[in-house]
């Protein structure tokens, strides 16, 4: 049977979640372009490989060249330093959009994070819709990409998903993922809808597995057609054991953002 | 056991979706009057047949006399001339209520239709709430029945569920059904729950089945106790491989009515 | 210097409040036609008179073919038969509608009402966007207007303003009138300001003149540009020494519509 | 492995509820202090006794020193006279929560009611955030302990999970019971919940089972991650065949609040 | 001309606003009852004097029985003991309501506070529907009070107007009374559109002037019809010049209730 | 008496609205920093000139360094290219801002445009909390801003207002203007209000004067502070004589953006 797509490219691809994206996503693809700045040697028969950094407009391009759509988890994945910032998440992502609209790319699903909304509480129940409440530079880089990528919809026809992806590791190593938890196969599930969907112009949807707690308002899962499959229960007793009770009035247990509300200005001297 | 009702009323009945009701629906009341403006040939025992245009008052009184509940499923079924549509779901409707309002009867189940509110937008995410948008001389119609069905809760305290049905098929042919279907089965489901739900005043409710994309917000099936059992996965392998994926920048993928926004005005010579 | 259109048309030019928009928007065309069921004796120079049914749509397609916008405040003006509803209001509207479409016209502005959402309570504060719930038939046609005027700006592109009047007399006569007026002056102004408005799309509007008790929210008015001038105190201390207070829990009291909540069926042998 | 808390407190523990909650709590912590006005004979090893009235403040603050959190059910259970509703829940509560923060508890979940907002109607949808509409004295001393709770977060940081419990009975009598339901089971459930979540400020939470109809929004649960695993339908067909269907228009249909809008003033002559 | 009202009972009427309202209210009453611990001895001829603790019932039943109108301001005005707040407020409110309900008072204007919501923020934008956050014993006890007025009226009829009053002095001493000031003037103001408004059912209204800065939404305004006419910008230059800016990230900056959320709790030993 | 700030900064202080700044803010405070990229020639006494490029950080920093607030309009103020939109928007405004933090300034006042949501429509009557939708690479710098002011109030509490300026000039030239027109003294207002303000945290506001058509809803003009009193209608003549009448189908028509919604892509070569 036919692929949905000729040809997607991955940015981040030897990264965590890329890893994970260019084994789940093989099957959606009849070629899939993996791209990061170090090289990836593992290649299956249906990847080809791109070297490159984000920043490197003309590279950007050539790698987006020919592709139906982009899967953009590239870019720095923490809070680090505002040049690095500018450079990989701003300048990166505004090169990926630009060869996008300028190569006739029908579709971006990009990893925006839960640190755009970040200085939001548990008890504000928010949904998509909330204002943007970042707790980092790293957030803010968010915000920046999610308003390009409404931008590049409105103006050019550009479809976007914006996925905030709250913590997506093997396993909850910690309290707060117990509900701020994504698999990684319901990565890659959250991921595959937000490429096949019918319509979504552009749209912002929560990465979060179906875990016991849930502190926010899935309204647009619908729209994306995401069903979460795992959750948190298996790690429970494991991490309840291991980890002591967060202190409830601690900003890191009442926000969004965790503990990323209690790092220092990335530039300071005190942060290096 | 005792059934919930003594006796029911369905137009439309035999329409593509009264002959899954007059089955559906047959446990649930001891005498089933069956209406439509053809005859039915196949009545089963505890079945009586009416055969009238909806537009003719007295007929529609004569039939609804001494019902319990009517399942409101007659009139022109898709965008046509307005004459028609004046004839058959406006006067006729209104026929429809006020025989009942007469006759005591307690409530109304009516076949509204996704087209009252087909030109929001997939990215809407609307509920029931929202203001109506309607698609289509049809779509307009509907709205006025529901405006109707409110204004008699309000002043006479008739009950009525207005059912916004997208796409009621044995199965999906095309793309966009392959979200806005509602299975033949779970239609049954709705109207079953619509008919014996403990107090519905006059709710609207949006007809779907629990397809994997679901793109509004279905606030009112708690209210009526709706709970779909199908969905479409089962059937998008086939329609995938048969029907080109959708433009997303047309007028069609991006609304809730579908191809409805693309018709013409039915009394124009070129749509004839 | 130049008016702002070549002609118009009011429809219910010989109604009370069609008499007064004759006057006050006379400065804005160079050609105003006047239409009614009656004839118009006292014409002005710039006035044409149309005299037909609203229900004779060629009579209607004459009288519209030419204009640049429409003033449709004709029809049944209060809750009367079911029959005359659907001939004034329902199908007259339409053949408005219709004909505006057919000859291009850009704007129509419609005289809506606050029995379109009568059974809403005044301690419900509602805006323009909630549902309607008419508390009379006559309040129902409404809700069938403002549907087709969003229909004919979606498909067509025409653009229309609803406006729901309350009350528009001389004076207050009674005190649900204190909250509930509309000055003849100011409703004068509020259709000027629909008619040159820069935008509008489909707005639904409150028709209220700057009461001292105004218990709806206004929100649409800021896009009309309507700014009212009158309100009631110069009656006041009349009214509340001629009318005795409401009882607040009267029906008419609690909800918009007033009175109209307690009509009965207009069908019915015991309202005739 | 270790328990969730060294002690907690149950009031009411001799209540219908405070049984379950004694039985269904136990593995959550190594001290359960059980009080109630009444003693409690079948005491289990890791539980303790205190037998005093909620209006005695010494005997709250002696029960309550040592505990980390309290499931506070106890006080009047029922609308009854102003006296009691005063001292037992309204005084009554207060000494808890005042206990509770000079004693350094870290959370409360509290036995609310759908009582606080029994005069919203079925059809009103509304969320946890609605302003409270109290259906009997009893339910306006739930909306001032919730009140209480919000101030104790805000000022002290003490926790609070309100439940507004529906009806907790074995099995539903009657048929607003088949949607107001909430079993023993799923109210131990949504304690835990309360009880071990991991932030929550101060939560207000609908207490109902998974039944087929539920006329209110839940947006809550999943901050407390309750997941609700019983329901109704098991005793429909018995409640269906005994008690006959309700009248719409009756005001114990309409209101959440069931048959409490329809209860007389308490303190009323006629009530005695 | 006929005075609005027969009979009216002014409580708290020997306090700062108590003394205000006997001479603003004069106007609209035949006779004013002015009720407060302490005797009145400046009794205007209208005016018949009530002395005694809002906490006796019996006294308070008797100051009730005949009048048409309550102007409840009585009570404790500030954060004191809970022992006061109970009895004075909970209580003495209780008896107010229980009387009005025996006597058939039509309407209770109760000078509710802007310490039922003091921890909402300033950049929350609130309007009146917003969830109480009290920030007092005393906020706590407005919260029951209003509570109560919404049960009086969903039950028995009773309307209310529930006045959440920020700072009502003579003038603005202070930068917060500079956006929280309430004039005498426009607090008699609000009090008379309360009384005189034509329907209210139970109605929270913020007390406010027309500051220049305000941080509210005044929704229900308009529904008593209250037109504040003052402001406090005579006073702005005297109040910068005194009082030193305030720090934005103190509490009792960010709060609408200001200092209120400093306070300690009033049972306190530090605070006694 | 004492003048609001020590002192404060304005960047862009050449241009258009920075001319008007230093005069309308004159009196506020001791010292005014004026910087642009070009030298300012009529320095006032109390003016202090400083001429860099805002990407410059080391020459932002000795700026910012010892003023009280700082009023940033500088950088592109139209759409023009990515690299001059990211150099002096993005980074320019990362570096007041983190100037700003480094030397403890209290407020800053940012020129963000209405071009930050310029894709909303006027039918869609939004609030300051909607969604951004830029219509242009200037308009998604302005959401990069607004996101870092948000950020930088939440960690480390400097407050901001974001202007959302529509179209300020000396007189509105053409029909869009008639509605989103600011004048000079308004804009001037605007800043004094945002500057003054007790407490404002991080604060978007329209900045629009007082015109009679006004398609969006000013929340939070009252927490400003800001009371317009300009308006177009002395231009509306001329303008109106001047310019034809809008197309009310053109996005130009439809978007609060304007014209923007029609500009091309600011590198392609079309546009060159």
Redesign the interface.
């Known amino acids: ?2 692929k ?1 797509f000729n040809s997607i490219l991955i940015t981040g691809a030897a990264g965590r979640l890329g890893t994970q994206l260019r084994n789940g996503l093989a099957h959606l693809a009849s070629e899939v372009r993996v791209a990061d700045r170090v090289e990836i040697s593992d290649l299956a028969p249906h990847e080809q490989d791109f070297v490159f950094d984000l920043a490197d407009a003309k590279a950007v391009e050539y790698a987006v060249k020919g592709v139906d759509a982009i899967v953009h988890f590239g870019g720095a994945p923490l809070e680090t330093a ?1 040049k690095t910032i ?1 450079a990989s998440n ?2 990166g992502s ?1 090169n990926i959009y ?1 060869a996008a ?1 300028r190569h006739g790319v ?2 971006v699903v990009y990893a925006s994070s839960v640190h ?1 909304i970040g ?1 939001h ?3 504000d ?1 928010i949904d998509e ?1 909330a ?7 790293y ?2 880089s968010k ?2 990409v999610e ?2 990528a ?2 590049y919809w ?4 550009l ?1 976007s998903a914006c996925l905030r992806i709250f913590s997506s590791f093997p396993e909850p190593p910690e ?2 993922m ?2 701020s938890w994504l698999s990684f196969d319901d990565c890659v599930r959250l991921v595959e ?1 937000a490429l096949t ?7 912002i949807a929560f990465g979060l597995s179906d ?7 899935n ?2 899962w ?4 995401y ?1 979460p499959r795992d959750n948190t229960e298996f790690a429970r ?1 494991k991490v ?2 291991a980890v002591p009770r ?1 202190d ?2 601690a900003p890191a ?2 926000h969004l953002g965790g503990w990323f ?1 209690d790092l220092p ?1 990335p ?1 300071d001297e005190a942060s290096k």
């Open positions: 049977m036919a949905d505002w500018l701003i300048e505004y630009e609209r029908k579709r755009a200085y509480k548990l008890t129940n819709a204002p943007v409440r970042p707790d980092s530079l957030g803010v915000c920046f308003a390009l409404q931008f409105d103006k050019f026809g479809e309290r707060r117990l509900w809808a969907a019918p319509h979504i112009g552009c749209t875990n016991k707690v849930c502190p926010v308002d309204t647009n619908g729209r994306l057609g069903h007793q309840e054991a967060l409830p009035h247990s009442q509300v200005h530039d």
